[in-house]
Nanobody
Framework: QVQLVESGGGLVQPGGSLRLSCVAS????????MGWYRQAPGKQREFLAA???????NYADSAKGRFTISRNNTKNTSFLQMNSLKPEDTAVYYC?????????WGQGIQVTVSS
């Protein structure tokens, strides 16, 4: 089992920035991917970004240019730096740990972009 705990969410004004963190604990493999997703009210959960143990990353089009994913392997932590936030970025953000065939989710953290 892997437990994921997100932090860093909250209320931010349009144009502002937030940095989300996700700490993984439990039965952590040495090679795994961590990702970030979000779900806005009335919408499906949406992939944003992922980072693999070697550091390679991939992003959804909606995240490219504004969001940056990173990780600290020694602390089993991933980060999502979000810049130039827009009201449409308002959602619950979820951290994901994946090492096939296993996939675990955090409880989610609210991000609200509003003036």
């Amino acid at each position: 089992q892997v437990q994921l705990v997100e932090s860093g969410g909250g209320l931010v004004q349009p144009g502002g920035s937030l940095r989300l963190s996700c700490v993984a604990s439990g039965s952590i493999f040495s090679i795994y991917a961590m990702g970030w997703y979000r779900q806005a009210p009335g919408k499906q959960r949406e992939f944003l970004a992922a980072i693999h143990s070697g550091g390679s990353t991939n992003y959804a089009d909606s995240a490219k240019g504004r969001f940056t994913i990173s990780r600290n392997n020694t602390k089993n932590t991933s980060f999502l730096q979000m810049n130039s936030l827009k009201p449409e970025d308002t959602a619950v953000y979820y951290c994901n740990y994946q090492r096939a065939p296993y996939s675990y989710w955090g409880q989610g953290i609210q991000v609200t972009v509003s003036s």
